[in-house]
């Protein structure tokens, strides 16, 4: 009878075995599928991560261009803006004069009375 249990008793650790075996396999299978999907993004990664340096650099440009150019027609606004000043001064002016002549102005009549008429 001790026999028999032996027996039992490596039958089963045999098949203990087996079952591990195939679970180690397995899982050795799932953590290479691991490394190649992590090698992936490592590689997806360095990729976006050149696109993206080179995209900041292309911005940088751009930002200096553009500071550039706002320096060059900085000149050109300061005179729209001394122009627009010169033409209100000019209007301000017209209207002054338009003004003036609209004051009423003395007529003599034969009895030397002075009448304020209103010019419109």
Do not use: C
Not at 59 to 78: R, Y
Not at 79 to 92: K, P, R, Y
Request: hydrophobic fraction near 45%.
């Amino acid at each position: 009878m001790l026999a028999w249990s032996a027996v039992i008793a490596a039958v089963a650790f045999s098949i203990l075995v087996v079952y591990l075996i195939l679970t180690l396999r397995k899982l050795m299978s799932a953590l290479d599928e691991t490394k190649e999907t992590l090698h992936d993004a490592r590689s997806a990664v360095n990729g976006i991560t050149d696109e993206a340096e080179e995209l900041i650099h292309s911005a940088n440009q751009i930002s200096a261009d553009v500071k550039g150019k706002m320096k060059a027609v900085d000149p050109l606004i300061e005179s729209a803006q001394d122009v627009g000043e010169m033409l209100h001064s000019v209007t301000s002016s017209v209207k002054r004069k338009t003004i003036d002549k609209r004051k009423p102005q003395t007529i003599e009549t034969r009895d030397s009375k002075p009448v304020q008429i209103r010019l419109k």
